[in-house]
């Protein structure tokens, strides 16, 4: 179940981020023109628009330049140059630069090893600096540690923004409320995480309905039903939500298989 927490909370997404992620800091005028072109397709034109700004040390700008690089837009992808460039932004303050070396570090990828207390260092600076992604993303690093003095960590880390109302941080301790209550076969904090995925569903938060979804297509924490995850899925899918479409299609092939292979009745009492 700790696994659980860290495939329905950690996935790796770099972000291009126009918008300046710390409001302290006034975001340069010429991120607008940037933006057009972004807009426009033009990215090669954005990259080297970025390039000039990159070259005046603005950390947004060399993040973003990283993203580019790669994922190959407007420049050939090179994935070592990207972690150079999220390195120097970071090294400037950068959060989002923070947390995208952090999240690579953790699973291993663009060429990184993996480095689970290298990315809780980076994590921590960017939850520092106000990111609170990264302050999400690192107490679930803490939850799957299954320590107490791990998981203590972790909910010091989301009660503040749990008070807040952050359906992210919300979500991410009803998943440690429920795999506590399979550990320990405590039935109280299964039905605590599961109204709170419910309550965040209800507000169309999509990781909640994602989880909901996958709730009801697995059958192990509530009973199984397959018409209701076909729905949720469905419209899931035609927002173009990420992995909804893949969810799709495996409840569809359930519901195939189900159908050329129903349940045998139960016997009849002689």
Do not use: R, W
């Not at 609170?132 to 960590?153: C, G, P, Q, R």
């Amino acid at each position: 179940m700790k696994k659980l927490i860290l495939a329905s909370l950690i996935a790796l997404s770099t972000q291009f981020t126009l918008a300046n992620s710390n409001n302290s800091i006034p975001t340069d005028p010429a991120f607008a023109k940037i933006e057009a072109m972004v807009k426009a397709n033009n990215l090669s034109g954005a990259y080297q628009e970025l390039d000039k700004l990159a070259k005046t040390g603005n950390p947004q700008a060399i993040y973003n330049l990283g993203y580019l690089t790669q994922t190959g837009q407007g420049t050939a992808k090179n994935e070592k140059k990207a972690i150079e460039l999220y390195e120097q932004a970071a090294k400037k303050g950068y959060p989002v630069a923070n947390y995208v070396l952090g999240k690579n570090h953790l699973t291993g990828t663009l060429g990184l090893k993996q480095d689970t207390n290298k990315a809780k260092q980076y994590l921590q600076k960017a939850s520092s600096q106000g990111f609170h992604d990264a302050t999400i993303d690192l107490a679930v690093v803490y939850f799957s540690e299954n320590k107490a003095d791990s998981d203590k960590k972790g909910l010091q880390l989301l009660e503040p923004l749990i008070k807040k109302g952050n359906n992210q941080a919300i979500h991410a301790k009803a998943l440690y409320d429920i795999s506590l209550g399979f550990k320990n076969k405590n039935e109280a904090p299964i039905q605590q995480g599961l109204k709170s995925i419910q309550d965040l569903a209800q507000k169309g938060y999509i990781p909640a309905l994602m989880a909901v979804g996958n709730m009801f297509t697995n059958g192990n924490i509530v009973p199984q039903n397959l018409p209701e995850a076909k729905k949720i899925f469905s419209a899931l899918a035609k927002e173009n939500v990420p992995q909804a479409k893949e969810s799709l299609a495996v409840v569809d092939k359930m519901i195939a298989d189900q159908a050329k292979n129903p349940p045998k009745a139960a016997a009849k009492k002689s």
